[in-house]
């Protein structure tokens, strides 16, 4: 049996009652054949660019330097995630920088995944703040901004050559994006339906195939999955992928995962992708920021090089059995870079606070037991 069979046979027994995802021979869990293949095994690399400007290096299992892409296309990725933010200080996720990024990945025969935040920072459950220069503008006006910014950052992609192969309209919209305008109140999804349809739209303008995701940290509820989801599609929003956040620390056991997807991909009738996940190599921090993901574990899984390798490959596992098509790891390229801050508006005085939980050590070496697997 190989390691990754091991592995995956790990899986199944940390979950078999509830998933029924291993069978059982002489007593020993032992895999069976996988439901889904992964066909979307992405990395989030939107960090990439800023670190390499800083001249940060990336190196093999074996010490050799390599293109970072180079490194993880060795370990199964096929696909890239790199977000974009409208006018952020830094200089860094905007629209130029994101043509580069996505030359630099299709021309290493990579999928592009865009995901638009429609901020010039950071956006996510708990913040979906408007860009600077949509600030006062009325629910009307920010459809508009929403179907201009869209399109354009789209049509420069496609200009160069380098279409999108999908989208995402906002991300991690759980209650709404473009606050409070387009914030759900009450129960009421006009607003984001509005702007969601918007972005849609503009999508399809600029490529017909592109596939469009509407993104939520939702995995840990399939009560508000089934909320919001349930919520837009009433005011008639399209989409063609289902996006969720898993993070166990912060979304629940792997068998609530599972059971999230099967009612999603079931009730949705619409794929379903993992389109952020990590877990940490160390509980120790590499400067003075803070470690976003301290001394939490998950699973009786260690935070170290093997137990990294490990609960990804257990994601990926109990994603592929809910009938799942992506998993992507979240800035695993995203090292202690001095000068590669987490804050856009302070991009040298910030430091890295996810320097524990990117697939490359502190010196830039790849963790070798971490693979992207179909």
Not at 159 to 186: A, H, R, Y
Not at 257 to 262: D, F, K, R, S
């Amino acid at each position: 049996m190989t390691t990754r069979h091991r592995r995956r046979a790990l899986a199944g027994a940390v979950t078999a009652v509830v998933l029924a995802l291993t069978t059982t021979i002489g007593g020993t869990p032992a895999p069976v054949a996988a439901a889904n293949t992964l066909s979307m095994r992405g990395a989030d690399v939107s960090s990439l660019q800023r670190s390499l400007d800083l001249g940060a290096k990336y190196y093999d299992a074996g010490g050799v330097a390599r293109d970072p892409l180079d490194i993880l296309r060795s370990a199964g990725v096929n696909y890239v995630r790199l977000r974009v933010w409208n006018n952020p200080a830094s200089g860094y996720n905007n629209k130029s920088k994101v043509l580069v990024q996505a030359r630099a990945a299709k021309a290493k025969g990579l999928k592009v995944l865009i995901d638009f935040h429609y901020s010039d920072t950071w956006a996510d459950p708990g913040k979906q703040y408007k860009p600077a220069a949509w600030a006062g503008h009325s629910l009307n006006q920010l459809r508009n901004d929403v179907y201009a910014f869209t399109y354009d950052v789209c049509a420069a992609l496609r200009g160069q050559g380098t279409l999108p192969d999908s989208v995402q309209i906002g991300n991690e919209i759980n209650v709404g994006m473009l606050w409070n305008e387009g914030k759900v109140v009450n129960n009421d999804f006009a607003p984001l339906a509005g702007l969601l349809k918007q972005g849609y739209n503009a999508v399809k303008a600029c490529g017909g195939g592109i596939q469009v995701m509407i993104h939520t940290a939702n995995a840990d509820s399939n009560a508000n999955a089934r909320w919001f989801y349930d919520g837009i599609r009433a005011q008639g929003v399209q989409w063609d992928m289902t996006a969720l956040s898993y993070y166990c620390m912060w979304h629940g056991s792997l068998a609530n995962l599972y059971n999230n997807i099967v009612d999603l991909r079931n009730r949705y009738g619409k794929p379903v992708v993992i389109v952020e996940t990590a877990y940490p190599f160390t509980r120790d921090d590499a400067d003075g920021q803070p470690n976003v993901i301290g001394d939490v574990t998950c699973d009786g899984i260690s935070a170290t090089w093997a137990g990294q390798a490990q609960q990804f490959d257990w994601v990926q596992n109990t994603a592929r059995n809910a009938g799942a098509i992506g998993v992507f790891y979240w800035e695993p390229t995203w090292y202690a870079v001095p000068g590669n801050g987490w804050d856009p508006a302070n991009i040298n005085g910030t430091g890295n606070g996810w320097d524990n939980m990117a697939v490359f050590d502190w010196s830039g070496r790849v963790n070798p037991g971490v693979r992207w697997t179909p």
